[in-house]
């Protein structure tokens, strides 16, 4: 696949949004519309699998196809099966109780969608994070509009066209173009507007909002912990933490960015993901399940982490051996420990993002949750322990976007759990009904009855009418 050349200027992006909204406004998509959008979506997706794959492996210049399979092709599928058995369920207008004080009045609360929900995308999963959050929209009964990353030229211009065969141009749209483009979408009056992205983008997105009052979901990053208490097996932390961190070469908004361990135990950790990095990609000579760092910008940024951390004559551990030739000219970087850094180095400073993975030991478990506890709330959070007393007690003091207990990353592809994050590490939430539920209004309507009450509730406030007001105020 050619890289694309196509190209939106600031100028197509409010025609675009008007043509999107005056379409809507003439027909909203019901549920059968919504139903068959969504399963066209998902024969498309399945029969473009192959070009997406070499679209992805193309832009990352090398990317395991099993990691692509496993977390933009599964996750996709997984979410649109589960919108489309949910759907009508969750459009059915919920009853809910109006109190006695307005008997014999009847309420509800029915979920109508907003209008246009505009979706901007990463570059680190672009599929995934791009056709989640669009088809949520479009199951909410939306159009949509998508700005997914310059950063994956390829899958971008491959999104594109997949969704140009499945939607009519008033229904769905993409803008392509760089971050200029992109500031300029992130300031359209959408009803709703999805952002995947660093934390720092996250607050340009949402003061570029704010003068329309937009509606936002941000899902941003930071640094999520893991912690591994002190009667959890060694090495099957390693494991798991080794699969969270490693995948997409750490390139993942809910990647462990750093793990506290009963420093009794730390060396051995090290050991065992030694281990585990050994056994997964060996030497690092064929790297066939081994994805390369998205561009040169992000890889002399890592590079720069352990450049620093080294000058500070932290011990730095690479866990495979790997040619520094081969590694420039493939942007590769090699599993990597960094032994107890402190709160200065850049590494502990801002999200990883990366196969560079900080471990620091702790004496006593609260020293650990106090450690997490002064610091942003994290987008995920990942508690090891066997004692559900432990779990717990960590539980009640850390609060995070989501959870895995003894193990990494799986609370994401949870259909039915929201996913967000909390303050630094975002607002909001989607996925499953979550996601439905932010991209629709839950407009309450109350039906009164041909005879009221509140009919005899006028002035004059006096006699029958009096003593009625005062009953009803308590």
């Not at 019901?30 to 399963?39: G, I, N, P």
């Not at 919108?83 to 969750?90: A, E």
């Not at 070469?249 to 281990?275: E, N, W």
């Not at 032994?339 to 471990?359: K, T």
């Amino acid at each position: 696949m050619d890289t694309p050349s196509q190209s939106d200027t600031a100028a197509d992006l409010r025609p675009t949004l008007d043509r999107l909204r005056a379409a809507w406004q003439h027909t909203r998509p019901d549920a059968r519309q919504r139903l068959d959008d969504l399963a066209r979506l998902r024969d498309a997706f399945t029969a473009g699998r192959d070009a997406m794959l070499a679209a992805i492996a193309a832009d990352f210049g090398h990317r395991s196809v099993h990691e692509t399979l496993l977390s933009d092709a599964m996750t996709v599928t997984s979410e649109i099966d589960h919108l489309r058995r949910s759907l009508r369920g969750w459009m059915k207008p919920r009853r809910v109780g109006s109190g006695w004080r307005l008997w014999p009045a009847r309420a509800q609360v029915r979920h109508e969608p907003v209008g246009v929900v505009g979706v901007m995308s990463p570059w680190n999963y672009p599929v995934n994070l791009a056709l989640i959050p669009l088809a949520t929209a479009i199951a909410a009964g939306n159009h949509a509009y998508l700005k997914p990353s310059e950063h994956t030229p390829r899958t971008s211009e491959w999104l594109r066209d997949l969704l140009a065969a499945v939607f009519p141009a008033d229904r769905v749209a993409v803008a392509l173009g760089d971050a200029t483009l992109g500031a300029a979408f992130s300031a359209l009056p959408f009803d709703h507007l999805v952002f995947t992205g660093s934390t720092a983008v996250g607050r340009r997105v949402m003061a570029a909002a704010a003068p329309n009052l937009t509606p936002l979901t941000l899902e941003l990053g930071g640094k999520s912990p893991a912690i591994v208490a002190a009667d959890f097996p060694i090495e099957q932390a390693a494991a798991r933490l080794a699969t969270g961190k490693w995948l997409n070469s750490g390139q993942t908004c809910i990647a462990p960015d750093y793990v506290l361990v009963d420093h009794a135990r730390r060396d051995a950790l090290v050991d065992a993901l030694r281990g585990q990095a050994r056994a997964r990609y060996g030497d690092l000579r064929d790297a066939g399940d081994y994805t390369r760092i998205i561009n040169e910008g992000q890889y002399r940024r890592l590079r720069g982490y352990l450049d620093d951390a080294r000058e500070r004559g932290l011990e730095v551990i690479e866990l495979v051996a790997l040619d520094p030739v081969r590694a420039e000219a493939e942007r590769m970087i090699a599993p990597t420990v960094v032994l107890d850094p402190g709160d200065d180095a850049r590494v502990m400073q801002d999200e990883i993002f990366g196969p560079i993975l900080p471990v620091r030991g702790y004496r006593d478990l609260d020293e650990a949750i106090a450690y997490v506890e002064a610091r942003d709330r994290p987008l995920a959070l990942y508690p090891f322990s066997r004692d559900r007393a432990t779990v717990e007690r960590i539980l009640g003091r850390l609060l995070a976007g989501g959870v895995t207990v003894n193990d990494t990353l799986l609370h994401f592809a949870a259909g039915n759990l929201p996913f967000g994050g909390i303050g630094a590490s975002g607002m909001g939430q989607y996925h499953g009904r979550a996601g439905f539920d932010a991209m629709t209004h839950a407009m309450p309507v109350l039906w009164q009855s041909s005879r009221a009450a509140s009919d005899l509730l006028k002035p004059p406030y006096r006699g029958f009418v009096e003593r009625m007001v005062k009953f009803l105020a308590g």
